[in-house]
């Protein structure tokens, strides 16, 4: 059940509209719970594209409207793009353990003490390291410095002020004086560029 493994499929064809709950805020829910695949929307409408975009889909098809050669040409891109995400990954050192993390599974690093705590949906992990060089290694991977303890990954911000910052999973952490405005900048250089 994806409410237990919100990550067990990369792909999913959703379509808008069904029975009790349409596809959006299906999608909306999972995206809740840190689903990250890539949705590819499927319906018989296009009056639903602006609503299903703030979901973050890969391609929203009109089926009347799709040929099957561009079906699958959407398709095989959706595979490409996950084969570079694939690519995009840390790896770190724990306890005599080395694991390596996907990028998009990390919500946010939290630094205290030189000791850099790792969130992500399923587990924390605690490492030595200094969020610096953390934060110089994953520039340009959707990554922001908000304050000098928390470094977070784009893709989970839900909303941001001058002084707090709220992710999907309902986190609230501090934006400082000195990164607020870099916040600001960099996140709509983020969003301009998915």
Partial sequence: MLSDTPNAVDIIYMDILMGKMNGIETVKRLREIG??????????????????????????????EMPVGKFKAVF??????????ENDFITVAYSGITTKLNLDQIIYFEVQNRIV???????????????????KSLEDKGFIRIHRSYLVNCYYIQKITRTLMNLKDGTELPISAK???SVQQQFSKYLLNI
């Fill in 117 to 135: 705590t790792v969130h992500t949906a399923k587990t924390n992990i605690d490492y030595y390291e200094k969020l610096e060089n953390v934060e």
């Fill in 179 to 181: 990164y607020s405005h």
């Fill in 76 to 85: 095989e891109r959706a595979v490409e793009s996950l084969k570079l995400k």
């Fill in 35 to 64: 689903c990250v695949a890539t949705i590819i929307y499927l319906t018989t409408s296009d009056e639903y594209v602006f609503e299903a975009f703030d979901t973050e889909p890969f391609y929203y098809i009109v089926k009347d």
